[in-house]
């Protein structure tokens, strides 16, 4: 890179012709997020002629209001409301360019180990070690300033859980996160208007432009031109501000779908390609998330800062019974709306009170259980429902947090359910939580990490994509984003996907 900052050109739908656009490239990639900025780069750095075309509008930082009920508006998918068949679980995606790494926390992990030793021995991928993806990791972390937060960037909540955990033996660890020189405004989840996170929109995307890659906003994959084993072109339209639809085709030799878990396999399904064993769409994971608040009886402010901050938990054995704790907080309105605050002048007291909130959310390690697919109505349909055996790893966080909690000195914990649970003291703890139960509509649950669906593997009977990211069912397509995770991770994925994309965008170059 060189010292002038790069510059971003995005063809919006309002730039196209009426009569639409017939481009010819190498690679089309679809996607501007995490795994498709990165292949939109590294492709083109290569000499590759790329476009992408991504779904979702443009909007440069310029355009960021730090208002989150607008951002939901505008940068999300299904302006946020984007939910299970079942209603209880939220499923946040960014819908932008750049896509989700607009609009997410900014948390950095890598894989941790023992996910890759599972893959390793479950599906057969011999070549994800821990060594062989350490470079790619590496190259990413510097990248994009991955660093670990300094004393300033941790706020007095963050502060509060480090000394919680420290007391109580638990590992914990100032956060780590893609900033440089973060403004602490702590409006990451309302996308960063001063362009200290680096998401895509401002790092590989505008690296890959600069390189001639074109980006379409606004314009949406709809359905493939197959000749045997091979996708010659995509279809897609390009919609206005005022509605108007423009046909947009791309020709090229190589095709990337990097549309993201939920939308990446009903691209597929709806194209009925690609799916020999039965596996689109399946093995879905979205480490289902639940907020936790400890009233304390001095002022902490939690959203004052960073977005996240610090953590805690047991990262690296997420297969056994590990979970993450981060401390994070977006606002008044968020405490409010993650646990019950009641109604009437009970609410009012109990915002009144958000000021003195301790507040973290709790990741677990889930066992795909779900399923993405288009039903009968041609609609979007993402069914999953707690499985038992998740519910209990989501205990054992709650429990976690709630010890935490106590031990930094809260006088009171507010559990995350539907109707209003509190644990009133430390020796309340597991029995409170152990009356929990599993069940519909009992806790609100959010997912901010989407995974699975299109199962990377070695086995095509088992699996949708191969070692190499290649479909298994066809030559010329590639799956490098979250969907092709054979399991859940527990962490934050984005810094996995990066070093997956780049790999898998070595082993195109490999090929040739």
């Known amino acids: 890179m060189n010292d002038a900052p790069p510059i971003l050109r995005v063809t919006q739908p309002n730039d196209i012709p009426d009569a639409g656009l017939d481009l010819v490239a190498d690679v089309v990639v679809i996607g501007s997020g995490a795994s498709g900025a990165v292949m939109a780069y590294e492709l083109s750095r290569d000499g590759a002629k790329v476009v992408v075309l991504e779904a979702g509008p443009y909007l440069p930082s310029t355009e960021f209001t730090e208002h989150t009920p607008t951002a939901f508006e505008t940068l999300y998918q299904d302006h946020g409301n984007q939910t299970n068949t079942t209603g209880d679980l939220i499923v946040l995606q960014g819908k932008c360019i750049g896509g989700s790494t607009v609009v997410n926390a900014a948390a950095c992990f890598r894989t941790p180990d023992q996910v890759l030793e599972h893959w390793r021995t479950e599906h057969g991928l011999e070549n994800l070690s821990p060594e062989a993806l350490a470079p790619y990791f590496e190259k990413v972390e510097r990248n994009l ?61 505008p690296w890959a432009s600069e390189l001639g890659a074109t980006i379409l906003s606004g314009t949406r994959a709809e359905t493939f031109e197959v000749n045997g084993r091979r996708i010659t072109a995509v279809n897609a339209v390009a919609t206005g501000a005022e509605g108007r639809e423009k046909p947009v085709r791309v020709e090229a030799g190589l095709v990337v779908v990097a549309a993201g878990p939920i939308q990446t396999p009903l691209l597929f399904q709806k194209n009925e390609l690609a799916n020999s064993s039965g596996q689109i769409g399946l093995n879905f994971a979205c480490h289902p998330s639940l907020a936790v608040l400890g009233e304390h009886a001095s002022s902490i402010y939690a959203w004052v800062g960073a977005s996240i901050t610090a953590h805690a938990g047991d990262v690296e054995n997420p297969l056994l019974g590990g979970y993450l704790i981060e401390a994070a907080a977006a606002g008044p309105v968020s405490t409010s709306s993650s646990v019950d605050g009641g109604v009437g002048p009970d609410f009012v007291d109990f915002m009144q009170r958000s000021k003195n909130m301790q507040s973290a959310v709790t990741l677990i390690h889930d066992h795909n259980v779900g399923r993405v697919y288009l039903g009968d109505d041609g609609q979007k349909k993402i069914e999953y429902d707690l499985d038992d055996r998740d519910f209990e790893s989501l205990r054992r966080a709650l429990r976690g947090t709630a010890r935490i909690y106590f031990a930094a000195g809260a006088k009171r914990v507010f559990l995350p359910t539907t109707r209003r649970t509190t644990i009133e003291s430390a020796d309340e703890i597991d029995s409170v939580i152990k009356s929990l139960t599993n069940g519909k509509h009992k806790y609100r649950l959010t997912s901010y990490h989407p995974q699975g669906t299109m199962r990377m593997g070695a086995d095509p009977t088992k699996s949708v994509v191969a070692p190499d990211g290649r479909c298994h069912d066809l030559d010329n397509v590639y799956v490098p984003d979250a969907s092709l995770f054979p399991s859940s991770i527990m962490v934050n994925p984005q810094v996995t996907v990066y070093a997956m994309a780049s790999y898998i965008a070595d082993e195109i170059k490999a090929r040739g």
């Open 145 to 205: 300033s991955i660093h670990q937060n300094e004393p300033h960037e941790v706020n007095y909540n963050g502060r509060l859980l480090l000394e919680g955990a420290a007391k109580l033996g638990i590992p914990a660890s100032p956060a780590t996160r893609n900033v440089k020189n973060c403004a602490l405004s702590g409006h990451c989840l309302a996308a960063c208007r001063t362009d200290r996170k680096q998401s895509m929109l401002v790092t590989y995307l």
